[in-house]
């Protein structure tokens, strides 16, 4: 149900007014950030159900992950497309905002400077590019990082669970190993005792 409230959302970005997409980005990304903490308390879950039922959960939990994982990225890059709408129509507003003036001697444009101040302009978009990209990227290390972690945890934790059982196990043989030496024992007497009886009493 979460994830398609994502994708309902998803679906007004792109109708959104420049207004008011800020807020909807924020409130796709607070959603997409609740279900990855549901998921992470799936995950836990799943690895307590029956065998049986465990690797089923466990793909729908994965299933679940993918597709939340694809609602990230698709916001990410809409992020990044309105960033790169932004700033070309800032650099043409400036461009378009700017003026010329003649100097005393001779009617020139400053070519030369508006060149220069372009290719910064430039060089600032490239740079935040590569910033975004690196970003992103750490971001996804970490978010892989977190699903090895989780992964390993729930192997640890099905460990645990199998050598708890196996104690188990072990502890009710041992006991039930020392009652039949006991039965056994028991038995032995009274069988000697019968027998003990009868040649008393029949010789």
């Given at each position: 149900?979460?994830?398609?409230?994502?994708?309902?959302?998803?679906?007004?970005?792109?109708?959104?007014?420049?207004?008011?997409?800020?807020?909807?980005?924020?409130?796709?990304?607070?959603?997409?950030?609740?279900?990855?903490?549901?998921?992470?308390?799936?995950?836990?879950?799943?690895?307590?159900?029956?065998?049986?039922?465990?690797?089923?959960?466990?793909?729908?939990?994965?299933?679940?992950?993918?597709?939340?994982?694809?609602?990230?990225?698709?916001?990410?890059?809409?992020?990044?497309?309105?960033?790169?709408?932004?700033?070309?129509?800032?650099?043409?507003?400036?461009?378009?905002?700017?003026?010329?003036?003649?100097?005393?001697?001779?009617?020139?444009?400053?070519?030369?400077?508006?060149?220069?101040?372009?290719?910064?302009?430039?060089?600032?978009?490239?740079?935040?590019?590569?910033?975004?990209?690196?970003?992103?990227?750490?971001?996804?290390?970490?978010?892989?990082?977190?699903?090895?972690l989780k992964g390993t945890q729930k192997k640890i934790l099905d460990v645990a669970n199998m050598l708890?059982?196996?104690?188990?196990?072990?502890?009710?043989?041992?006991?039930?190993?020392?009652?039949?030496?006991?039965?056994?024992?028991?038995?032995?007497?009274?069988?000697?005792?019968?027998?003990?009886?009868?040649?008393?009493?029949?010789?």
């Open positions: 149900r979460q994830v398609h409230e994502v994708q309902s959302y998803m679906g007004r970005l792109e109708s959104s007014a420049k207004e008011s997409v800020h807020l909807v980005e924020n409130e796709i990304q607070a959603r997409i950030d609740n279900i990855f903490s549901n998921l992470e308390r799936l995950e836990i879950l799943s690895s307590k159900e029956p065998p049986n039922k465990r690797q089923n959960a466990k793909l729908r939990v994965d299933q679940l992950k993918y597709d939340v994982q694809h609602l990230q990225t698709a916001l990410r890059n809409f992020q990044h497309r309105r960033y790169q709408r932004e700033q070309q129509e800032r650099q043409r507003e400036e461009l378009l905002a700017r003026t010329f003036t003649a100097n005393d001697s001779a009617t020139t444009i400053p070519i030369d400077e508006t060149l220069q101040y372009n290719e910064s302009l430039q060089s600032a978009h490239r740079g935040m590019d590569e910033l975004i990209g690196s970003g992103t990227n750490i971001l996804q290390g970490l978010r892989d990082q977190r699903v090895t708890g059982l196996s104690n188990t196990v072990m502890r009710l043989i041992e006991k039930r190993a020392f009652q039949d030496k006991f039965l056994m024992l028991g038995g032995m007497a009274v069988t000697c005792v019968i027998m003990f009886l009868v040649v008393q009493y029949l010789t």
